[in-house]
């Protein structure tokens, strides 16, 4: 009986965890092409960033979606241990490649300030609060499930930060339409570098913790 439940605990969470992956894969993507669209079309490098951004966290959630379902099917196997390291290795990967990408957004943003470019500042803030709901949504799927598996605790904190930085596009956006500072698209653009380094910097060292096979802090 005492097998039969923890059978039944564990299938329920991986239908769960399933669920949030889904719906938050789903959200994004459609969110992601918007984002990237309207920020091309309002010449705002704080969207295109942003979208560039989401789109890491789109791959991110795939790669740990397949993560976590590796391990499941494995659990209490021999291989476990072996899916486990894999699943560290994901989360590694992806977030370096996240960090590639957020040091050519602010090396593009550097350069704005130097030759700055008219941005379509209502435009901007409205696709950025509709961000705000779309992470805010996702990072809740996950929050139940956080301190369960390192890659869940990864998306958690990601989609925590987009909603985040997403508030801080809102508020420039308003603030470039009523005055006209074109320098806040780049600079915005570098709080949100900042802000996904900040956020990103834990998972980082843990999963390259595990990938050495050291223990969890």
């Known amino acids: 009986m005492p097998h039969d439940h923890s059978h039944h605990h564990h299938t329920h969470a991986a239908q769960r965890y399933t669920k949030a992956f889904a719906w938050g894969l789903l959200l994004n993507t459609a969110f992601v092409v918007v984002e990237f669209v309207v920020g091309l079309q309002t010449n705002s490098l704080g969207l295109v960033s942003d979208a560039g951004h989401n789109l890491g966290d789109v791959a991110g959630l795939l790669l740990a979606w397949l993560s976590v379902y590796l391990s499941s099917r494995h659990r209490g196997t021999a ?75 990864s998306a958690y904190v990601h989609m925590l930060a987009d909603a985040m930085v997403s508030a801080g596009v809102v508020v420039a956006g308003i603030l470039i339409y009523t005055t006209g500072w074109q320098w806040l698209d780049p600079a915005i653009s570098l709080l949100i570098v900042i802000v996904i380094v900040y956020s990103s910097y834990a998972v980082f060292m843990e999963s390259w913790r595990m990938v050495q096979g050291k223990p969890r802090s």
């Open 79 to 153: 291989e476990t241990i072996h899916y486990q390291k894999l699943s560290a290795w994901l989360t590694f990967l992806n977030n370096l490649v996240l960090f590639v990408a957020v040091g050519i957004i602010a090396w593009e943003a550097v350069q704005r300030f130097n030759h700055p470019e008219p941005v379509g500042g209502i435009r901007v803030a409205i696709v950025a609060a509709v961000g705000i709901l779309v992470n805010a949504i996702t990072a809740y799927l996950f929050y139940r499930d956080r301190k369960d598996n390192i890659n869940i605790r």
